[in-house]
């Protein structure tokens, strides 16, 4: 079993920062990759960035320059530092992991979600 626990989610006013934690334990041989996903109310799930095992990043383009995505690898925490924060990137975010088990076999996990609103 793999437990994924997310934290930092809230309410700020637009032109504010949140940081997002990450934090998985369990059973887990290697890391791909972590990242986080969001999804407004009646959109589907979008990718927001995601950073591989070696380090290199990807974003969406509506968040590029504004949120940084990083991991400690020893912690297997993914961070997700978001500045300049819209109304548009209210959400729900979701970590996201993709790992290998220490008993074979390559796996995908979700967090629980944190809410993220941006409003004055």
């Known amino acids: 079993q793999v437990a994924l626990v997310e934290s930092g989610g809230g309410l700020v006013q637009p032109g504010g920062s949140l940081r997002l934690s990450c934090a998985a334990s369990g059973s887990i041989l290697n890391i791909y990759s972590m990242g986080w996903y969001r999804q407004a109310p009646g959109k589907q799930r979008e990718l927001v960035g995601v950073?591989?095992?070696?380090?290199?990043?990807n974003y969406a383009d509506s968040v590029k320059g504004r949120f940084t995505i990083s991991r400690d690898n020893a912690k297997k925490t993914v961070y997700l530092q978001m500045n300049s924060l819209k109304p548009e990137d209210t959400a729900v975010y979701y970590c996201n992991l993709r790992w290998a088990g220490s008993g074979g076999g390559d796996f995908t996990s979700w967090g629980q979600g944190t809410q993220v609103s941006v409003s004055s």
């Open positions: 950073i591989s095992s070696g380090g290199s990043t």
